[in-house]
């Protein structure tokens, strides 16, 4: 038995195999003496490589369908493209090193070449082009050609995951999530709240302690993990995990029931999702909406833009199933700690302050525009709202709202049945708290995000995971920001709600609720817990 103990980002407990998950290394470099070998063992993988992506397609084209499978055919004629291969092949015969570190170099210039170009269809393949390099890698050195998969629920142990790489999971067979590394703020910490699932960042382990098919205990209320436990240990999962049950079981009987406080004071909780797939999480915990859907969600853990008609059916599923309550879509918010290769966004020293959200949407209109049909046009079959992210002038609503005039207009010309939905805007930058007077009267509703707000106000990058302890969102400073924005969007009549990581806080309800405010929107494990404070509150008092 070995312990370790991590910071927890949602506490829960969990009991199970582990599996450990690899990134991708870079090949290292070795000289060769065989040339001649060392080709026969790039024909092989290549041939390898290719007959898996047939397989894929043919499993793709059941699944998904034969547009969204066709990603399989462009990766298999990647691998027949003579410029590629000749300069793998070159590397190999005049540098006389091993085809892996070939194949990684040139699939490292090829991509740095696409990412460059003006064109977005040749940018997305960068991306393309590192995942068939890594492919072929993955078979010269002999280990299975597919990525990570899951084949049981496990204790996924790495070093470190991306939302693009947590979003690649198959959610079903995730018990618990242990990571060497990760900030209890970022995106990946979010996700394991979202989906109710244990989940520890920090923990100062070496992957090679960690053995794939070994039991382990992730206590996020202890924040301990444990390999190979002993009897004892395993008791006292399994004892936690019936309690957590059973309080679980007593929230049920809240459910159908109003968040209200003892002298009569109401709120509205939502939600917070993902995507569509999380919608069952929002009815099984009776949120009265859906106050955040992060869609960029849908463009992570891809190869290529979601098309309109992905985005719409994914929009049109969510508004159909939450039947008349209200879905808030937040358009794209991409760009800091959530990329995705094909956007080919450079590199940037400081991404949080960086091209990212808004600013990529208004900017590269093509993405924004897509996105924006595909809202209005599902916004006739239920109760959607739109809300932008990131926010900082009164320009770039001005802004926002002639591009949805643009695309109702093309909308209507092309006689497609549409809805212009309620608009808000994220009020998350020091900026927008102190505009919002002004942004109140050109939006209709305003939603806190505290996450970024807290960022951005107290100046500590919410990734750093050595910020941890210094990053406050109880700090005075956040709590006067907020109660100014309610009091700017109260003033002309305007709604407002969090969807922060805060609105979550126990201790912090009674204060946003004599503050005003309006919706608070959390993780769905939070919703019935919320409930059950707020009818225990009584503001007379
Ligand atoms: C926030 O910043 O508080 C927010 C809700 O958005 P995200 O966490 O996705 O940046
Ligand atoms: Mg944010």
């Not at 547009?67 to 590629?84: G, R």
């Not at 109760?383 to 002038?393: K, Q, T, V």
Request: contains cysteine; negative net charge; hydrophobic residues 40%.
């Amino acid at each position: 038995m070995q312990s370790f103990e991590g910071k927890s980002v949602y506490k829960g407990i969990a009991m199970g195999p582990i599996a450990v998950f690899h990134r991708r290394q870079q090949a290292k470099r070795k000289r060769i003496d065989n040339p001649d070998a060392e080709m026969e063992r790039l024909e092989y993988a290549l041939e390898v490589s290719k007959q898996q992506l047939g397989e894929l397609y043919d499993k793709a084209v059941v699944q998904v369908g034969k547009v969204s499978a066709a990603i399989f055919e462009v990766h298999q004629m990647m691998l027949e493209d003579e410029d590629y291969l000749e300069a793998v092949r070159n590397m190999i015969r005049t540098e006389r090193v091993n085809a892996e570190y070939a194949v990684c170099m040139t699939g490292d210039n090829f991509s740095e070449m696409f990412a460059a170009m003006s064109d977005d269809y040749m940018k997305a393949r960068a991306a393309d082009v590192l995942d068939i390099s890594a492919r072929l890698v993955r078979n010269l050195e002999g280990q299975s050609g597919e990525q990570f998969v899951l084949t049981e629920p496990s204790v996924i142990v790495a070093e470190d995951l991306s939302p693009s790489e947590t979003m690649q999971l198959d959610k079903d067979k995730i018990l618990a999530f242990v990571t060497v590394h990760g900030s209890t703020n970022s995106h990946t910490a979010i996700l394991a709240r979202m989906m109710n699932i244990p989940a520890l960042v920090g923990v100062p382990l070496s992957l090679e302690q960690a053995r794939n098919g070994e039991i382990a205990v992730v206590d996020g209320f202890g924040g301990k993990v444990t390999f190979a436990p002993d009897a004892d240990m395993r008791k006292y999962a399994e004892q936690t995990i019936r309690e957590e049950r059973e309080k679980m079981l007593l929230l049920q009987e809240l459910k159908g029931k109003d968040n209200v406080t003892l002298d009569g004071q109401k709120i509205n909780v939502y939600a917070n999702i993902g995507s569509a797939s999380d919608i069952g999480y929002v009815l099984e915990n009776d949120a009265g909406g859906i106050g955040l859907f992060r869609s960029e969600f849908l463009y992570l853990g891809r190869e290529s833009f979601p098309t309109e008609e992905e985005q719409f059916e994914a929009y049109k599923q969510a508004a159909r199933m939450m039947a008349g309550r209200k879905v808030i879509i937040r358009t794209l918010d991409i760009g800091a700690d959530k990329q995705a290769e094909y956007f080919g966004l450079d590199k940037e020293e400081n991404p949080a302050m960086g091209y990212r959200a808004i600013r990529i949407c208004l900017s590269r209109p093509e993405i924004f525009k897509t996105q924006l049909r595909a809202i209005l046009r599902a916004a006739i079959y239920g109760n959607i709202s739109i809300m932008y992210p990131m926010i900082i002038a009164t320009e770039e609503v001005t802004q926002i709202m002639a591009m949805v005039e643009d695309v109702k207009q093309e909308l209507e010309e092309q006689g497609i049945q549409y809805k212009v939905p309620e608009q808000g805007i994220m009020i998350e930058t020091p900026a927008a708290v102190m505009i919002s007077d002004k942004l109140a009267q050109m939006v209709d509703f305003f939603s806190i995000g505290t996450n970024d707000l807290t960022q951005y106000t107290l100046a500590i990058d919410r990734q750093n995971e050595k910020l941890d302890e210094f990053y406050n969102p109880h700090h005075e400073a956040v709590l006067r920001m907020i109660k100014l924005v309610v009091d700017n969007a109260h003033q002309y009549g305007k709604w407002v709600g969090i969807c922060g990581e805060l609105a979550a806080d126990l201790q912090l309800v009674e204060r946003f609720l004599e503050m005003g405010v309006d919706e608070l929107s959390v993780a769905p494990s939070m919703v019935l817990k919320l409930r059950k404070k707020i009818r225990e509150i009584c503001l007379r008092d």
